[in-house]
């Protein structure tokens, strides 16, 4: 038998964890259209922003994919209310590190690309990324997942 007892998390976690899942699937969209509609993004670029794509290594592909699906499969394990939400919160973030720090520190894609999307944008994604985990942690303490 379990000791497990939840309780009824507030309604600003439902909004959070919501709002949460959305900015994942977005993620999870640009990262299709990178994957699937390379062409017609690389269009846009310039020339030094096509370089930094087309050079990169497929680690960072397989990070970017990390990212974005664990971190979506990590917000829907909030919405369900499971403890494992927060392993895969986690794994997303390290993903997202590797791989913000692969360009901030292994490209010029702070010089390449504007400041809000070669700098500012990624460190958003960071700082989302880093409260959700925060969020499950709360989560569990408070016995809202099981």
Excluded: H
Aim: aromatic content about 14%.
């Amino acid at each position: 038998m379990s000791n497990n007892i939840s309780t009824k998390p507030p309604v600003w976690f439902w909004i959070v964890s919501v709002l949460a899942l959305l900015w994942n699937l977005m993620g999870v969209s640009a990262y299709l259209a990178d994957a699937f509609m390379k062409e017609e993004i690389m269009a846009a670029y310039t020339d030094a922003q096509r370089i930094i794509f087309e050079t990169q290594p497929s680690w960072l592909t397989a990070a970017y994919a990390i990212g974005v699906f664990a971190g979506t499969i990590g917000c829907i394990g909030l919405l369900v209310r499971k403890n494992w939400a927060k392993p895969m919160l986690i794994i997303s973030l390290v993903a997202v590190l590797a791989r913000t720090c692969y360009y901030f520190f292994m490209t010029n894609a702070t010089e390449v690309f504007e400041v809000f999307q070669g700098t500012v944008f990624p460190i958003i994604i960071i700082i989302i990324a880093g409260l959700l985990i925060i969020l499950a942690k709360v989560a569990k303490d408070r016995n809202w997942t099981l």
